[in-house]
């Protein structure tokens, strides 16, 4: 049974830093993402990660958030830098398909989702 547990949100001023963390089980950890969703909006995929590293991100993130994983913990990271009030959103994991463009995704495409964590930057 697939179960992901995402943590590590909060509230923090623009410019500020943090880190998410999703803890995964259930499943084979392969290809695993970082989504968003904001108020108002659909949900988002922003950031992939291989089995193997290989990361791909939405524009709007290059550059400030990276991707990682540690395979021995069955947990993916997403460290996030000069955060901004549009990065205010729901952050989820899941696990997109490896190849494919970024983006919007109809959540009922997916087994099941973690709760989420809040992020909120704001000053």
């Known amino acids: 049974q697939l179960q992901l547990e995402e943590s590590g949100g909060g509230l923090v001023q623009p410019g500020g830093s943090l880190t998410l963390s999703c803890a995964v089980s259930?499943?084979?950890?392969?290809?695993m993402g970082w989504y968003r969703q904001a108020p108002g909006k659909e949900r988002e995929l922003v950031a992939r990660i291989t089995l193997t590293g290989t990361t791909d991100y939405q524009d709007s993130i290059r550059g400030r958030f990276t991707i990682s994983r540690d395979n021995a913990k069955n947990t993916v990271y997403l460290q996030m830098n000069n955060l901004r009030p549009e990065d205010t959103a729901v952050y989820y994991c899941?696990?997109?398909?490896?190849?494919?463009?970024?983006?919007?995704?109809?959540?009922?495409?997916?087994?099941?989702w973690g709760p989420g964590t809040q992020v909120t930057v704001s000053s």
């Open positions: 259930g499943i084979r950890f392969e290809t």
């Open positions: 899941n696990t997109p398909p490896s190849r494919g463009s970024l983006g919007f995704v109809d959540v009922r495409d997916f087994l099941s």
